[in-house]
T-cell receptor
Framework: DTEVTQTPKHLVMGMTNKKSLKCEQH?????MYWYKQKAKKPPELMFV???????INESVPSRFSPECPNSSLLNLHLHALQPEDSALYLC???????????FGAGTRLSVL | AQTVTQSQPEMSVQEAETVTLSCTYD???????LFWYKQPPSRQMILVIR??????QNATENRFSVNFQKAAKSFSLKISDSQLGDAAMYFC???????????????FGKGTHLIIQP
Protein backbone atom coordinates (compact mmCIF):
# COMPACT_ATOMS: atom_id res chain seq x y z
CA ASP A 1 0.00 0.00 0.00
CA THR A 2 1.59 3.28 -1.13
CA GLU A 3 -1.32 5.54 -0.35
CA VAL A 4 -1.22 9.06 1.01
CA THR A 5 -4.71 10.37 1.73
CA GLN A 6 -5.53 14.07 1.69
CA THR A 7 -8.76 15.68 2.81
CA PRO A 8 -10.65 17.62 1.73
CA LYS A 9 -10.22 17.36 -2.05
CA HIS A 10 -11.58 20.86 -2.56
CA LEU A 11 -11.82 23.81 -0.20
CA VAL A 12 -13.22 27.29 -0.68
CA MET A 13 -12.60 29.79 2.08
CA GLY A 14 -12.85 33.47 2.75
CA MET A 15 -9.93 35.59 3.84
CA THR A 16 -11.13 35.67 7.45
CA ASN A 17 -11.77 31.94 7.79
CA LYS A 18 -9.74 29.33 9.63
CA LYS A 19 -9.51 25.92 8.01
CA SER A 20 -7.24 22.88 8.10
CA LEU A 21 -5.91 20.45 5.52
CA LYS A 22 -5.26 16.89 6.58
CA CYS A 23 -2.82 14.29 5.29
CA GLU A 24 -2.53 10.69 6.43
CA GLN A 25 -0.26 7.76 5.58
CA HIS A 26 0.07 4.29 7.08
CA UNK A 27 3.25 3.19 5.37
CA UNK A 28 5.46 3.79 8.41
CA UNK A 29 7.19 6.69 6.70
CA UNK A 30 8.99 9.06 9.06
CA UNK A 31 9.23 12.11 6.79
CA MET A 32 6.20 14.10 5.63
CA TYR A 33 6.04 17.13 3.37
CA TRP A 34 3.77 19.96 2.29
CA TYR A 35 4.12 21.40 -1.21
CA LYS A 36 2.25 24.24 -2.89
CA GLN A 37 1.57 24.03 -6.63
CA LYS A 38 0.23 26.88 -8.73
CA ALA A 39 -1.31 26.16 -12.13
CA LYS A 40 1.18 25.05 -14.79
CA LYS A 41 4.07 25.27 -12.30
CA PRO A 42 6.08 22.64 -10.45
CA PRO A 43 5.42 21.95 -6.77
CA GLU A 44 7.26 24.19 -4.32
CA LEU A 45 8.35 22.84 -0.97
CA MET A 46 6.76 24.49 2.08
CA PHE A 47 7.51 22.31 5.11
CA VAL A 48 9.28 19.08 6.00
CA UNK A 49 8.72 17.00 9.12
CA UNK A 50 11.18 14.27 10.03
CA UNK A 51 10.40 11.99 12.97
CA UNK A 52 7.54 14.36 13.86
CA UNK A 53 9.83 17.36 14.19
CA UNK A 54 9.76 20.32 11.84
CA UNK A 55 13.06 20.19 9.99
CA ILE A 56 12.47 22.58 7.10
CA ASN A 57 10.34 25.71 6.79
CA GLU A 58 10.90 27.35 3.42
CA SER A 59 10.15 30.88 4.67
CA VAL A 60 6.43 30.26 4.50
CA PRO A 61 4.16 33.06 5.84
CA SER A 62 2.84 32.51 9.34
CA ARG A 63 -0.74 32.30 8.05
CA PHE A 64 0.25 28.70 7.20
CA SER A 65 0.84 26.64 10.33
CA PRO A 66 1.89 22.99 10.04
CA GLU A 67 1.35 20.36 12.69
CA CYS A 68 2.46 16.73 12.96
CA PRO A 69 0.47 15.14 15.82
CA ASN A 70 1.89 11.65 15.20
CA SER A 71 3.96 9.74 12.68
CA SER A 72 0.95 9.05 10.42
CA LEU A 73 -0.74 12.43 10.36
CA LEU A 74 0.17 15.85 9.04
CA ASN A 75 -2.03 18.93 9.20
CA LEU A 76 -1.78 22.36 7.63
CA HIS A 77 -3.72 25.03 9.49
CA LEU A 78 -4.82 28.01 7.43
CA HIS A 79 -5.75 31.44 8.76
CA ALA A 80 -6.28 34.84 7.15
CA LEU A 81 -5.20 33.63 3.72
CA GLN A 82 -4.89 35.84 0.67
CA PRO A 83 -6.35 35.18 -2.80
CA GLU A 84 -2.81 34.52 -4.08
CA ASP A 85 -2.68 31.51 -1.74
CA SER A 86 -5.17 29.75 -3.99
CA ALA A 87 -3.36 26.65 -5.28
CA LEU A 88 -3.13 22.88 -5.14
CA TYR A 89 -1.61 21.76 -1.84
CA LEU A 90 0.18 18.44 -2.04
CA CYS A 91 1.25 16.22 0.81
CA UNK A 92 3.95 13.57 0.47
CA UNK A 93 5.74 11.06 2.64
CA UNK A 94 8.96 9.09 2.40
CA UNK A 95 11.18 6.74 4.36
CA UNK A 96 14.91 6.41 4.72
CA UNK A 97 16.48 4.04 2.22
CA UNK A 98 14.37 3.98 -0.94
CA UNK A 99 14.06 7.78 -0.76
CA UNK A 100 10.88 7.77 -2.81
CA UNK A 101 8.32 10.43 -2.03
CA UNK A 102 4.72 9.28 -2.38
CA PHE A 103 2.17 11.99 -3.02
CA GLY A 104 -1.45 12.42 -2.13
CA ALA A 105 -3.99 13.63 -4.68
CA GLY A 106 -3.89 17.13 -3.23
CA THR A 107 -6.36 19.69 -1.92
CA ARG A 108 -7.51 22.32 -4.38
CA LEU A 109 -7.80 25.53 -2.32
CA SER A 110 -9.62 28.65 -3.45
CA VAL A 111 -9.43 31.80 -1.34
CA LEU A 112 -12.12 34.36 -2.05
CA ALA B 1 21.89 25.12 -4.29
CA GLN B 2 20.74 22.45 -6.66
CA THR B 3 18.76 23.29 -9.80
CA VAL B 4 16.84 21.15 -12.27
CA THR B 5 16.24 22.30 -15.83
CA GLN B 6 13.74 20.94 -18.33
CA SER B 7 14.16 22.79 -21.60
CA GLN B 8 11.13 21.36 -23.41
CA PRO B 9 7.89 22.99 -22.23
CA GLU B 10 5.86 20.74 -24.53
CA MET B 11 6.43 17.62 -26.60
CA SER B 12 4.12 15.80 -28.97
CA VAL B 13 4.39 12.21 -30.16
CA GLN B 14 2.29 9.81 -32.19
CA GLU B 15 0.78 6.86 -30.36
CA ALA B 16 3.12 3.83 -30.42
CA GLU B 17 6.16 6.00 -31.20
CA THR B 18 9.12 6.73 -28.93
CA VAL B 19 9.77 10.08 -27.26
CA THR B 20 12.62 11.38 -25.13
CA LEU B 21 12.24 14.08 -22.49
CA SER B 22 15.33 16.03 -21.44
CA CYS B 23 16.50 17.04 -17.99
CA THR B 24 19.74 18.54 -16.72
CA TYR B 25 20.63 19.33 -13.15
CA ASP B 26 23.31 21.06 -11.16
CA UNK B 27 24.59 19.91 -7.78
CA UNK B 28 27.79 19.76 -5.79
CA UNK B 29 26.67 16.57 -4.01
CA UNK B 30 28.08 13.18 -4.94
CA UNK B 31 25.22 11.11 -3.54
CA UNK B 32 21.69 11.93 -4.66
CA UNK B 33 18.59 10.58 -6.34
CA LEU B 34 16.87 11.58 -9.54
CA PHE B 35 13.24 10.95 -10.39
CA TRP B 36 10.71 11.35 -13.12
CA TYR B 37 7.15 11.99 -11.93
CA LYS B 38 4.08 12.30 -14.11
CA GLN B 39 1.07 14.43 -13.25
CA PRO B 40 -2.02 13.79 -15.37
CA PRO B 41 -5.01 16.15 -15.33
CA SER B 42 -6.29 14.23 -12.30
CA ARG B 43 -3.33 16.03 -10.56
CA GLN B 44 -2.02 12.94 -8.71
CA MET B 45 1.78 13.01 -8.79
CA ILE B 46 2.89 9.52 -9.82
CA LEU B 47 6.42 8.17 -9.69
CA VAL B 48 7.59 6.94 -13.09
CA ILE B 49 11.19 5.98 -12.46
CA ARG B 50 14.03 6.50 -9.99
CA UNK B 51 17.81 6.60 -10.45
CA UNK B 52 20.44 6.41 -7.72
CA UNK B 53 23.47 8.53 -8.58
CA UNK B 54 25.99 5.96 -7.42
CA UNK B 55 24.58 3.34 -9.77
CA UNK B 56 25.97 3.54 -13.28
CA GLN B 57 23.33 1.26 -14.73
CA ASN B 58 20.39 3.14 -16.21
CA ALA B 59 17.04 2.46 -14.56
CA THR B 60 14.22 0.89 -16.55
CA GLU B 61 10.55 0.32 -15.76
CA ASN B 62 8.69 -1.48 -18.53
CA ARG B 63 8.32 1.08 -21.38
CA PHE B 64 10.18 3.77 -19.45
CA SER B 65 13.95 4.05 -19.32
CA VAL B 66 16.47 6.74 -18.49
CA ASN B 67 19.79 7.81 -19.91
CA PHE B 68 21.78 8.95 -16.88
CA GLN B 69 25.02 10.75 -17.65
CA LYS B 70 26.48 11.72 -14.28
CA ALA B 71 29.47 13.67 -15.57
CA ALA B 72 27.27 15.69 -17.90
CA LYS B 73 24.57 15.99 -15.19
CA SER B 74 21.96 14.82 -17.63
CA PHE B 75 18.95 12.59 -16.92
CA SER B 76 16.63 12.01 -19.87
CA LEU B 77 13.49 9.87 -19.95
CA LYS B 78 12.64 7.65 -22.90
CA ILE B 79 9.09 6.45 -23.34
CA SER B 80 8.73 3.60 -25.82
CA ASP B 81 5.48 2.55 -27.51
CA SER B 82 3.70 5.70 -26.31
CA GLN B 83 0.13 5.21 -25.17
CA LEU B 84 -2.74 7.66 -24.76
CA GLY B 85 -2.53 7.18 -21.01
CA ASP B 86 1.00 8.57 -21.02
CA ALA B 87 -0.33 12.06 -21.72
CA ALA B 88 0.57 14.17 -18.70
CA MET B 89 2.95 16.77 -17.32
CA TYR B 90 6.31 15.14 -16.61
CA PHE B 91 8.54 16.55 -13.91
CA CYS B 92 12.20 15.73 -13.41
CA UNK B 93 13.18 15.92 -9.74
CA UNK B 94 16.25 15.70 -7.52
CA UNK B 95 16.84 15.04 -3.87
CA UNK B 96 19.66 14.21 -1.51
CA UNK B 97 19.29 11.00 0.51
CA UNK B 98 16.99 10.94 3.52
CA UNK B 99 19.04 9.37 6.26
CA UNK B 100 20.01 9.86 9.88
CA UNK B 101 16.77 11.66 10.64
CA UNK B 102 17.39 14.54 8.24
CA UNK B 103 14.99 14.88 5.33
CA UNK B 104 15.02 17.18 2.35
CA UNK B 105 12.35 17.97 -0.19
CA UNK B 106 12.35 17.40 -3.92
CA UNK B 107 13.67 20.04 -6.29
CA PHE B 108 11.58 19.98 -9.46
CA GLY B 109 12.17 21.12 -12.98
CA LYS B 110 9.48 23.26 -14.65
CA GLY B 111 7.94 20.27 -16.36
CA THR B 112 7.30 19.03 -19.88
CA HIS B 113 3.74 18.70 -21.13
CA LEU B 114 3.55 15.49 -23.16
CA ILE B 115 0.82 15.20 -25.79
CA ILE B 116 0.03 11.83 -27.35
CA GLN B 117 -1.58 12.03 -30.77
CA PRO B 118 -3.80 9.08 -31.75
Amino acid sequence: DTEVTQTPKHLVMGMTNKKSLKCEQHMGHRAMYWYKQKAKKPPELMFVYSYEKLSINESVPSRFSPECPNSSLLNLHLHALQPEDSALYLCASSQEGPNIQYFGAGTRLSVL
Amino acid sequence: AQTVTQSQPEMSVQEAETVTLSCTYDTSESDYYLFWYKQPPSRQMILVIRQEAYKQQNATENRFSVNFQKAAKSFSLKISDSQLGDAAMYFCAYRIPYSGGGADGLTFGKGTHLIIQP
